[in-house]
């Protein structure tokens, strides 16, 4: 057993535990079988991110589903709500598909939230600084998150690594150019979509460089079926795609919107879709693009290279955004680099400048013909060698093969200490197909 088993239980970080403690401040991990405890938690958590009231069903629902977490609050006991804390932060280990299949277990983090009563005090900078130091003293090399605000995390050394796209397609300019699937598109109940998603998902992650493993309670959740008072979860509609052989391969869930004034000029929202196969993509996407009374098709967290693009027969027809989307934080440089695999052989200097002190030092990343890659850190880089300097975060950003180190280098965040570095990092480190933005967490 590995200190990261029983990570729920790991010590509160002592280094931030004194700092907030000079300023009046308490902060602890909680017992998520305390239900009480567990609900002011959450409630001030989904004050941060500006949500309504919950009500006790959907506490009850949340802590079913995140209550494996290592769940993190900051209170202050002279608050008039003294039982909820002023911050939050929950975190848990979790597989990231690295380049070449690779699997590499990362600290994720979640619910970051400060009251807005109680910026400007350093809270957030203890919280995050103490999960670092936390997912080091587990022995985990890398944390991860997704960001609500893109601000915030650089301070920390955190690197945006995979992009998500927008789109936003008119159906009536769509002449659909992808190929016909010989399988078959079907409604299935919201249940039973939950119940089979999480295998095809897996099936999916494993594959697909960028995605972040999920969790058994993120299912039913996302399809709506326990705990929605609301009635959100009755707007959502499921589809499943099997193959010609009877394999199911690909599964979606949308729903549908507007039409008010006009019937036929519905806008269809695709929220969640998983395929893994080339035929189970484009029959999920060719039945939203020929949905009748659809006139738009939305969907959101894509990957910047999404293959729809190139069905629609009409480019022009998607309107495409692009944001930042996962971010990584790298705490041990030689694991993370030895555990991915690369595009091209090489051998390539790193000097990584990290303020907090996890990752940085010199290291020469020596990449065979097969693909596997050795780092070893070393006192000076050798003269003449082709080799980059480079912050932690510009580094977290080069992992998954995303970013291109020609652009960070134009952009004044690597610095070539060799002639032809960047074009030789580039070679060994850039994939295709870009990483999946993967699951919001």
Known sequence: ??????????????????????????YETLDTDDAATFNAWARADLRGFLAAEPSEKQLEGMRASLGYRRTTGVWD????????PIATVSSWPADLTLPGGSQLTSWAISSVTVSQARRRRGIARNLLEGELRTAAALGLPLAALTVSESTIYGRFGFGPATFAASFSIDTRRVRWAGPTPGGRVDYVGREQWAEQIGGLFDRVR????????????????????????????????????????????????????????????????VEFLRAVSDDAYAALWRFFLEADLVATVKAEQLAIDEPIRWMLGDQRAATVTTSDHQWLRILDTKAVLDARRYS???????????????AGGSFVLTVGADGVGTAEPVDALPEGSAAVRLGVDALGSLLLGGVSPAALRAAGSLHELGDGAAELAGRVLRVSPEPSPGIWY
Not at 77 to 84: F, G, H, K, M, R
């Open 206 to 269: 494993v594959a697909r460089v960028g995605e972040i493993e999920g969790w058994d309670g993120m299912w039913p959740r996302l399809a709506g079926t326990v705990h929605d008072e609301d009635g959100d979860g009755k707007k959502l509609r499921a589809i499943t795609y099997t193959s010609e052989a009877g394999d199911l391969e690909g599964a979606a869930l949308f729903k549908l919107e507007g039409g008010d004034h006009d019937y036929a000029s519905h806008t269809l929202n």
């Open 344 to 358: 091209s052989p090489g051998v390539l200097g790193l000097e990584i400048e990290d303020a907090l002190g996890f």
């Open 1 to 26: 057993m590995t200190a990261a088993d029983d990570f729920a239980r790991h010590p509160i970080d002592p280094t931030s535990a004194a700092k907030l403690a000079e300023s009046g401040l308490r």
């Open 77 to 84: 006991d002279s608050a008039p709500l003294v039982e909820e």
